[in-house]
């Protein structure tokens, strides 16, 4: 157990960091899924338009450090070719 001030306030503040963290990489997995379920079921058009704000949500991520950011762009980069590639299909 930290015995210092700053020590006792760091681990309290990366608690807090981990668990907002935790629940932003939650809510953007969650997402993801369902704009997936949508390609899925063949409702490209919902998916079209849902790009755009998942899109903005993984970069978001990538913005307040949940992920890093090259990570979050090769996410958003990934999630643009899966349409891409089920738009080509269809």
Do not use: C, Y
Not at 19 to 45: A, D, H, V
């Amino acid at each position: 157990m930290a015995h210092h001030k700053s020590a006792i306030k760091r681990i309290r503040t990366n608690e807090e960091r981990r668990q907002r963290n935790r629940n932003r990489r939650s809510n953007m997995r969650t997402e993801i899924k369902k704009w997936r379920k949508l390609i899925e079921e063949g409702e490209l058009e919902a998916a079209k338009t849902g790009l755009p704000k998942l899109a903005g949500l993984v970069e978001r991520s990538g913005q307040k450090s949940v992920m890093h950011r090259n990570t979050a762009s090769r996410k958003v980069s990934r999630l643009a070719k899966e349409l891409n590639r089920a738009l080509a299909a269809e």
